[in-house]
């Protein structure tokens, strides 16, 4: 089968296309034939930190979309034909805390979903929504399960509370906006770029501003109840300068620098919340997709691109070209 691998070499010039042998499946196990796959930032990090040269290949990518071609002889919630989305934890089953001893995510330390082909057990796959096309099933999962746990499961999202999305355009915040305005919340935006934040005005938010600008003057008038921080230091504190005392802040990447330094007495005295999550547990995926199915709430797609265009896809996310989610097409 078709693959797109990692191997002998640092970062995207490590990339290529290659037949690889494709897996029989075991006992409780189903293949899926791949139709489309969703790139994520995660892969990036994955290609270019995490992956080293001398590893051993692997198949990268997180979400897909398909259908069952076999199932093993122990499979019972699923038949040959049916439509799947692949659910990008493993090893976390119910709603909890924080993820469990052994949680991984599809694409390192185990080959993922950048293939023809996608094999694993029953329980890491779920029947497609039917009112999404294979297309916007296929860039899904890992980002809309993460803005489903960042502001329903952490956040503790109200439809009478406002939210602020700063650095919007990236997959997991356009499904954070579309969440937040299905439950009936305010939701503000920021991004540098003026096409993103037209954008995102049309797609339901209440007010975009330019990030770089002074927040609490063009926002004097809001009140912030929640951000949802996925930048890092280039924003963490303007982020906590606008959320109202007593309000909370939930993180879960970083794309800017790693490391933040904040005044903590004016954290403690502020009474601020700061929630870290990551991902979401099988349940919470069960959850976000019959939300997803209740409200018809479709991925923003902004471009899928051929298994021969890997590394054009991957120069496209690392430069923050897309507003939504891109993917591969895996079909020939």
Sequence with gaps: MRAIVHEGKEGFEGLSVQEVETKTI????VKVKVHTAGLNRRDIAVVTKRH???DPALIPGSDASGVIEEI???VTKFNVGDEVVIN????WKEKSDAPPEGFEIVGLPFDGTFSEFYTCTEDHVELKPEHLSFEEAGVLPLAALTAYRALFTRGNLKPEQTILLPGIGSGVLTFALKFAKAVGSRVIVTSRSQDKREEALRLGADAAIATESDWKEQ???EKVDMVIESIGEATFNKSLGIVRKGGTVVTFGATTNDQVSINIRE???GQYNL????????????????FVSEHNIKPQLDRLFSVEEYKEAFEYLRDTKNFGKIGFTMEK
């Design 26 to 29: 075991k006992a409780d196990e």
């Design 52 to 54: 080293k040269a001398d």
């Design 72 to 74: 093993g002889e122990e």
């Design 88 to 91: 990008p934890g493993l090893n």
């Design 219 to 221: 926002l004097a008038a």
């Design 267 to 269: 954290f403690f005295y």
């Design 275 to 290: 929630l870290g999550t990551t991902m979401g547990s099988a349940e919470e995926f069960q959850e976000m997709l019959r």
